[in-house]
């Protein structure tokens, strides 16, 4: 696994308006940290400087040591998987969907990534509302089984590092708890960040970290945390 620092890291999206106000974490290898926090604390700004779909104004981001402005865009993307809120699927097949992971993966790669996350049975199907053909349905996916497609596209994909942004937020409590046992076994043995809204889905990480305001408010265990109030 790959071990993730951010050193003293500020950033702003504009200059007058400071989001990530000096913070300093680390996600040691094959660790699940959490990033908890009120909506707007800058959590999701956290994942986009990992993407380097921004650069941090001061401080830095290192992987294994390396300087992520020394990586290329492209390097980053193949070795982070990210598990969003809200799936978006393709205009092609669960199966097509599920590839997108890694497109030189032989038909038995997928077939067996879709039975770990439980989508196999509709593989050959196409989503509702795409281009099917006529006198065709599409497949009417719940939420929960969009995000077992992407778990499945990221299960397929194997990369050293997980980023689950908001994953399980917008599906019911039944649903939620499914889902994040099956995230809890991909994140097994991968350095794995966490973001959530609240602290009672994010139980098992190594470290809880409450961001507030672009500072880190505090930090701990599930326990601690609760200890604290
Ligand atoms: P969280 O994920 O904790 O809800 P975000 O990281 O998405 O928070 O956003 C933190 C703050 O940055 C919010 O006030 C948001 O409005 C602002 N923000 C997010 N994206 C942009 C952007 N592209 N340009 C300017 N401000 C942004
Ligand atoms: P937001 O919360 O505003 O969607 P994100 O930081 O989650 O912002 O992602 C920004 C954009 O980048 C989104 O459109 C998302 O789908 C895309 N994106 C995120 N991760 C990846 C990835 N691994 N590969 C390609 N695109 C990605």
């Known amino acids: 696994g790959a071990n993730i620092r951010f050193e003293d890291v500020h950033f702003a999206y504009d200059p007058n308006r400071e989001i990530l106000k000096g913070i300093s974490f680390e996600v040691p290898a094959a660790a699940t940290v959490a990033i908890v926090g009120p909506s707007g604390a800058g959590k999701s ?4 400087l990992l993407f380097r779909f921004y650069d941090v104004t001061s401080g830095r981001i290192t992987i294994d040591g390396q300087d992520i402005r020394a990586v290329e865009q ?12 809200d799936t978006v699927l393709f205009n092609d097949t669960i199966g097509y969907n599920i590839r997108y ?3 030189e993966a032989s038909d038995d790669e997928v077939r067996e990534a879709a ?3 439980q989508v196999d049975h509709f593989i050959e199907q196409l989503p509702e509302g795409y281009d099917t053909p006529v006198g065709e349905r ?4 719940s939420g929960g089984e969009k995000q077992r497609v992407a778990i ?4 397929l994909k194997a990369p050293p590092i997980l980023i689950f942004d908001e994953a399980t937020s917008a599906l019911d409590t039944a649903t939620e708890q499914e889902i994040q046992q099956a995230l809890d076994l991909v994140s097994r043995d991968r350095t794995t960040l966490i973001i959530a809204h609240r602290l009672s889905t ?3 990480a190594d470290r809880i970290i409450v961001l507030q305001d672009g500072r880190i408010a505090e930090q701990g265990t599930h326990g601690e945390l609760m200890l604290r109030g």
Do not use: C, D, F, H
């Open 202 to 204: 994010v139980v098992n």
């Open 138 to 141: 599409g497949l009417k996916l």
């Open 45 to 48: 700004t956290i994942s986009r």
């Open 74 to 85: 492209e390097s980053l993307r193949s070795a982070i998987g990210m598990v969003p809120q």
């Open 101 to 103: 992971g890694r497109w």
């Open 115 to 117: 039975g770990m996350a």
């Open 152 to 155: 499945a596209r990221t299960i």
